[in-house]
Structures are given as structure tokens and as C-alpha cells.
């Protein structure tokens, strides 16, 4: 399998009031074609700055994105003009959002805005786009398809057109996918036919997915590779089982402490001390230094590159300088 | 049952809604009957899914909002039939904390005008002595005496929820309900906040009735959990035996749904079908049986009752009456 996305040292800020916010802070990562790719971190981390910086929709002014590389099928997206960039949207590389209601249109039925996607993307007449409409609804479980496609999206449940925005997203096929917290704002058992809708869908159409989250039993059930994100940076990334059996980063693991489990009684949480820091005025070396349990001396001084701790497992951090003798 | 510090019997909110052109009337039944008791000392935590009537509940037993049947017994004394004169001297045995620290801390109000108001209107504390107590106060939830003269925007959402709490505890309450207090939070803010909560149980041997909707925090927090789906509990018992045997269909779809952390282990389908129906037209009989896996002839007519299967187990299941 070869790589479908790469991004290189992606630096997308913000200039606001004579600040520069630094969302995102040299970023790079790459998505293999198939694979589950999970993105998680806390509120303001950059998540879902990355994903907006991947389809270029960062709005200028304020955010510019000022540099870097993303490599999607051998083509830098930030070498394209806007059309080009316009053909990809929606066809090549799709994304649902958290709250489906703000991203389906209020005033077009749901049968109307789908066809619409795929007449522009697919050059489909509009009976035959109608019929794979129907096709895509039905294979996401909507029960009732027809009559849902002459609803409006204010007509269904959260879980339910949270479901026509997977199957409008994927009628045409994507080669990638980014879900931000797509599931978040649904209760568990509705989250849980979600998950399993994205994860058939996957499977038949092998598209690759950005799974972009802050809940971690998510990213454990999902996810085939996994980076870890703090305050505009990743500072850890690895193979899903190996980051959850043995987190190399001490704010991973500091994250990994903090949440209260359902499979295990602890008496207290662990909790990370202080704050995440102001992304205009960032600590110099590493961002994570003055809340970490073993800084040492070049913490401070220098970012810290990304380490091998085993192969396919590299966290941003000092403690594992050691190990980097063979580059 | 020992020592039951609030006491809630067949509680019920009907609340009015106009439908269609004729503007017919019609009613949300919210919370349809719920039965549960509150022990001195112990955490309850009170489950659901959105809708489900867990707020209402809450907002029920502070007499927040007045019930439309049944009985709120708190150290024997029904709330539900007192009025508003009758219930204040009272008001400040229980308190509450809510979801959203931004929205729930007055901007215009220091943090010692906050914290200090609720003792000075139960006349706990002279005026000179106020700002001593409230930084006794600030000190227990982790803040400082600097913070006194500080208005909430200049606070992150964790210090917020901190002063929430501080707030609560002014009039040294007797029961607090904690409504989805870690819910607007990070995890690793949430971490704090738990934490911080236990300890003041411990401390000031509180009593919480916590509201939720992650299972994961209410396993954490409390002793004993009681869920609900539609507008009743369906499934109460100790924290332990729910989570490692849960009885009810509902309850073990609810626990089924929450992803595991351990990406070794691949979960047990057990996934409902369908979406919550709506509390205005409930389901006949059980209000499950539209979703359940085991529905018997018997679920889509009698409303299952609400009854001790063991121990200190209770559940609303055909399957486990005799």
C-alpha cells in the first residue's frame, strides 16, 4: 500500500490584534491508503486546524497557512489554484463535521442537496444521480430512504442525518475522509451505529480516514495508527495497541492517567498540573516543559525532533534522545 | 431502606406543549414516574441519554421546577407540596452545580460576591467576616485569596467549576446535584474536578446526586447508579454489581455502547437499532419494547413495575418479575 497523504512541516497561524497565534506549529504526518488515521488531543490543540489547512478552507483573514507541504497523491495541495482545489473538495477528499445540522442546508430537501453533489462531482444526469442517492442512503441503514430524501435535514435525528452526511460524502467515493469528532454530539448507542456505519463503509469502499477526536475510546476502537497532538504540535504518534499499552510522551501519558474508565475502578485520576499554554505566547523548547514530571536540561533550550522509541512508535521528547543513534 | 437522606416517590413532570394549528394541548412526560432514595454520605449518579429526563429530575428535588405528582421526602419532609415561602429556610440544605461554567457565574459579580452572596442571605456570616470565609472557601476547592476580587472572565473554564463549587458549598448543603459538572471540560480538566469532588465528599462527608451522561464518569464518581430511559429509572443498584451484571436490556446496551480503551478487545455487538422514541407519545407498556431485544407479548401492554430483584438491586423488566 503507498502513502495517500504526507504533510511536511505544516504551519498554519492566526493574526489577531497584533498577536500571531501559532495553531499549528510544524506538523507532519503521513495517511497510508486504507488505513484509519486518528488525530487526538484537547480543545485547542490544532486538530481541527489541521484538517482545515488539509482542504485549505482556513478563512484569510485571520489564519494563514505559511507554510510546509501536503502531499496528497503526489500533488502539493498548496501549490493549486482554487479550482483545482475546488475539484478536489468533496470528490477526492471529503469531511463531516461535528453538528450535521450547521453542515446540511435548512432549506433544501435531503434528496435535493445530495443530488446536487453528485451531478457536480460525478456528471451524472439527475435521475440516474437520484438513484444512487437512494442507493448510498439505503446503505448507510436509513430505513425508509425515499421518504427521507423528500425531508428536510430539520425533520431527522441527530443520529440520522448525521448519517445522510456519511452518505453524501461518500457518493462520490472519496480516496480520503475527514471526520471531525463526527460523533460527539450524539448519545453512546447512537454514536455506536455510527461508528459501525464508518467502519463498513470503509471496508467496502477502502477509503483512508482522518479521525479526528477527543474521545479516546473512539480513537482504541478505530484506529489503526494514532498521533497524539499538544498545543499546535504532535508529540507522539504509533500503532493504536502500542500507544495505548505503553505511551512514550509524558503528556500521552498524562492524558492516559486522566480519564476515568469503564472497564477499570481507580480511587483518584492522575492529573496533569498546570495549563495549556497561550499559543501566542508559547514556551520556548518544548511546548510541554513546564508542565512536565521529568523535564531536564535541554527541555528548555531546544524543540525536541521526533524520537524512535521502536519502529513505527515516535514521540517528541528528550527521554528518548538516546535511542536516536541510527537517524 | 437505612438512612435515607431524600427519599423520591413516583415523581412525575408533565410539561405543557402547544402542537399543530389548533394548538392543541398536549404534554412532555419528562420524568414519568421515578422512584429512587439518596443514603446519607453516598454518591448517587443518575444516567441517561439526552432527553431521557436526568436534568428534570435534578431540577425536581431542588424544587427548581414544581412536580406534577409525587413525593420528594427529604429527611422526611415532602418538598413537593411546599411553596416557595416554605421551602427557602430550607434551600440551603441543598444546592447545585451545573454543566456550564461560563453561562452559569454572573459576569458582572466578583468571585467573593459570588461565593459570599449565599451565606449572607441565609445569614451565616456577618458582612465583616465574609471575604474570611469565602477565602477559607476558595482554599478548599484549590484557589487562591487573590482570586477574591476577580470577575469570571479572567478564569479558564476548570477554575470556573471551581468556583461553582465553592458557591455550592457556602451554605454548607446537605445534598448537592452536580448536573453534568465535567460535561463543557477537557479530560484532563475533568480529571481535576472529579478528583477534587471526592475529596470534598470525603472531607465534609457530602452527599451527591451526580447527573450524567458518560458512563465513564458516573462508574468513577459513584457508590450507587440508577439509569433511566424515557422519563423512568429503569435499572438501579450498587455501582459494582450494575456495571460487572447489569440485568436490564437497556442497561446492557447502554454499557455495550462505550467504546473500550483496549483496542485489543473488540466489543460485544449489542447495538440498539432505532432512535429514542419521543416522550410526548411514549411507547405503550414498556417504554423499551420498541427497541428491546427480548420484548415479550406481555411489554407492549403492562408497564413493567419498578421493584427489588435482589439485594439492592431494582429494575422495570418483565423478564424479572415473578
Known amino acids: 500500500m503507498g502513502t495517500l497523504l504526507r504533510i511536511k512541516n505544516l504551519k498554519t497561524h492566526f493574526f489577531s490584534a497584533g498577536r500571531v497565534i501559532r495553531a499549528l506549529d510544524g506538523v507532519s504526518f503521513q495517511i497510508e491508503e486504507g488505513e484509519v488515521f486518528g488525530l487526538v488531543g484537547e480543545t485547542g490543540c490544532g486538530k481541527s486546524v489541521t484538517a482545515l489547512s488539509i482542504l485549505r478552507l482556513i478563512p484569510f483573514p485571520p489564519g494563514k497557512i505559511i507554510g510546509g507541504e501536503i502531499h496528497f497523491k503526489g500533488k502539493d495541495l498548496l501549490h493549486l489554484d482554487e479550482d483545482e482545489m475546488r475539484s478536489i473538495r468533496g470528490k477526492e477528499i471529503s469531511m463531516i463535521f461535528q453538528e450535521p445540522m450547521t453542515s446540511l442546508n435548512p432549506v433544501f430537501r435531503i434528496g ?16 440516474r444521480a437520484s438513484r444512487k442517492v437512494l442507493e448510498m442512503l ?9 421518504r427521507v430524501m423528500n425531508q428536510y435535514p430539520h425533520q431527522l435525528s441527530g443520529g440520522m442525518r448525521q448519517r445522510v452526511m456519511i452518505a453524501m460524502e461518500l457518493s462520490c467515493h472519496p480516496l480520503l475522509l475527514i471526520a471531525d469528532e463526527p460523533t460527539t454530539a450524539l448519545d453512546v448507542t447512537i454514536q455506536a451505529q455510527i461508528l459501525r456505519i464508518i467502519k463498513e463503509m470503509k471496508n467496502e469502499l477502502q477509503t483512508s480516514i482522518l479521525l479526528i477526536t477527543h474521545d479516546l475510546g473512539v480513537i482504541a476502537e478505530m484506529c489503526d495508527r494514532v498521533a497524539v497532538m499538544y498545543a499546535g504540535s504532535i508529540v507522539e504518534e504509533a500503532g493504536v495497541e502500542e500507544i495505548f499499552e505503553s505511551p512514550g510522551h509524558p503528556y500521552t501519558q498524562g492524558l492516559w492517567g486522566a480519564i476515568p474508565r469503564v472497564d477499570q475502578e481507580r480511587e483518584t485520576l492522575s492529573v496533569i498540573p498546570g495549563m495549556v499554554p497561550d499559543l501566542s505566547q508559547l514556551p520556548p523548547g518544548c511546548k510541554f ?9 535541554p527541555c528548555d533550550q531546544s524543540t525536541p525532533p521526533l ?6 512508535h515516535l514521540a517528541s521528547c528528550y527521554l528518548y534522545s538516546k535511542g536516536e543513534t541510527d537517524g | 431502606m437505612d438512612n435515607p437522606l431524600l427519599n423520591v416517590k413516583h415523581l412525575k413532570k408533565y410539561f405543557p406543549v402547544a402542537r399543530g394549528w389548533r394548538k392543541e394541548k398536549t404534554f412532555v412526560r419528562a420524568v414519568d414516574g421515578v422512584d429512587f ?8 449518579g443518575l444516567v441517561g441519554e439526552s432527553g431521557c429526563g436526568k436534568t428534570t429530575v435534578g431540577r425536581l428535588i431542588l424544587k427548581l421546577i414544581e412536580p406534577s405528582d409525587g413525593k420528594i421526602l427529604f429527611e422526611g419532609k415532602d418538598l413537593a407540596h411546599l411553596d416557595k415561602k416554605g421551602i427557602r429556610p430550607l434551600r440551603r440544605a441543598f444546592q447545585i452545580i451545573f454543566q456550564d461554567p461560563f453561562a452559569s457565574l454572573n459576569p458582572r459579580m466578583t468571585v467573593s460576591e459570588i461565593v459570599g452572596r449565599p451565606m449572607e442571605i441565609h445569614g451565616l456570616v456577618e458582612r465583616s467576616q465574609r471575604d474570611e470565609k469565602v477565602c477559607q472557601l476558595l ?4 484557589l487562591m485569596k487573590a482570586h477574591l476580587s476577580r470577575y469570571p472572565h479572567e478564569f479558564s473554564g476548570g477554575q470556573r467549576q471551581r468556583i461553582g463549587i465553592a458557591r455550592a458549598l457556602a451554605t454548607e ?17 475533568q480529571a481535576q474536578i472529579l478528583n477534587l469532588m471526592k475529596q470534598l465528599q470525603r472531607e465534609l462527608g457530602l452527599t451527591y446526586l451526580f447527573i450524567s451522561h458518560n458512563i465513564s464518569v458516573i462508574r468513577h464518581i459513584s457508590d450507587r447508579v440508577a439509569v433511566m ?12 454489581a450494575l456495571f460487572q451484571s447489569p440485568v436490564h436490556p437497556y442497561t446492557k446496551a447502554l454499557l455495550a455502547a462505550v467504546p473500550s480503551l483496549d483496542p485489543k478487545r473488540k466489543r460485544v455487538e449489542v447495538i440498539l437499532e432505532g432512535d429514542v422514541p419521543s416522550p410526548i407519545n411514549p411507547p405503550s407498556g414498556c417504554r423499551f419494547h420498541t427497541r428491546c431485544r427480548y420484548v415479550l407479548p406481555k411489554c407492549l401492554e403492562e408497564d413493567p413495575f419498578f421493584h427489588q430483584v435482589e439485594g439492592d438491586r431494582w429494575v422495570a423488566c418483565h423478564l424479572y418479575s415473578s
Open chain 1, 112 to 127: 435535493d442537496q445530495m443530488v446536487e453533489v453528485i451531478v457536480l462531482h460525478q456528471r451524472l444526469d439527475r435521475s
Open chain 1, 138 to 146: 439505503q446503505r448507510v441503514h436509513i430505513p425508509d430512504a425515499d
Open chain 1, 289 to 297: 516543559h513546564p508542565r512536565c514530571p521529568y523535564r531536564f536540561a
Open chain 1, 307 to 312: 524520537f524512535q522509541i521502536s519502529p513505527g
Open chain 2, 37 to 44: 432514595v439518596i443514603r446519607q454520605g453516598e454518591t448517587l
Open chain 2, 139 to 142: 482554599q478548599s476547592v484549590g
Open chain 2, 173 to 189: 448543603p446537605r445534598l448537592i446535584v452536580a448536573d453534568e459538572p465535567t460535561s463543557a471540560l477537557d479530560v484532563s480538566v
Open chain 2, 229 to 240: 430511559y424515557l422519563g423512568k429509572v429503569v435499572e438501579m443498584a450498587q455501582k459494582k
